[in-house]
């Protein structure tokens, strides 16, 4: 690993400061309702704004509200599941062609905020994945979690859930130390809640 001790504390400090208070929104919103209606809202990935979350932008409605039905017949199990590995993979039995990895993580994060399963690893999928590939550089990335001792000191301060989005927002904060700090969410554009805010 490149990246200093120092470097990573002051992206860590950048993350609280500018991001994470976001996702704990996002996340409360989801804690509010019932279940029944947190696997709709989760599914067709509706933000407390009432918006589409930016990560599921392109994926069509149609797309999205068979995912939502796929799930709602499993809402007995989702309840059943004592963690976030398990309540993750029946969101992954639910996968249909046009729902990919990271629809299934959020997804299964939001409906964990409401039963109250947070991830305890940090799962890595699309620019978590390269995020993680850049801190590391030299070593080589093996299976689809970290867990906290795998990790630099600094980031261990925060929850699992929160590493993966900081993994993917500052993805590119790895590749030097010089890079300036990011001013846009994961998906390089503005940060915002949802699709066109």
Not at 148 to 169: G, T, V
């Amino acid at each position: 690993m490149a990246i200093s001790d120092k470097r990573l504390k002051k992206i860590v400090r950048h993350y609280k400061e500018n991001y994470k208070e976001q996702l704990c929104r996002g996340l409360q919103f989801f804690k509010k309702m019932k279940l029944k209606e947190s696997i709709k809202k989760a599914a067709l990935a509706v933000t407390a704004d009432g918006g589409k979350h930016e990560h599921q932008c392109r994926i069509s409605p149609t797309k999205l509200e068979e995912y939502k039905d796929k799930l709602l017949e499993k809402k007995d199990e989702i309840k059943e599941q004592k963690n976030f590995d398990e309540l993750h993979e029946l969101t992954k039995e639910c996968k249909l062609k046009g729902i990919g990895e990271l629809t299934i993580y959020d997804t299964a994060l939001r409906i964990g905020a409401n039963v109250r399963k947070l991830p305890e690893k940090v799962y890595l999928h699309r620019g978590t994945l390269i995020g993680a590939r850049n801190l590391f550089k030299s070593q080589r990335i093996r299976g689809r979690v970290l867990s906290s001792e795998e990790l630099p000191c600094p980031l261990r301060e925060l929850a699992p859930h929160h590493i993966e989005n900081l993994l993917c927002i500052y993805k590119d904060c790895f590749l030097k130390n010089g890079c300036p700090l990011p001013k846009k969410g994961c998906s390089g554009k503005k940060r915002a809640n949802s699709c066109g805010s």
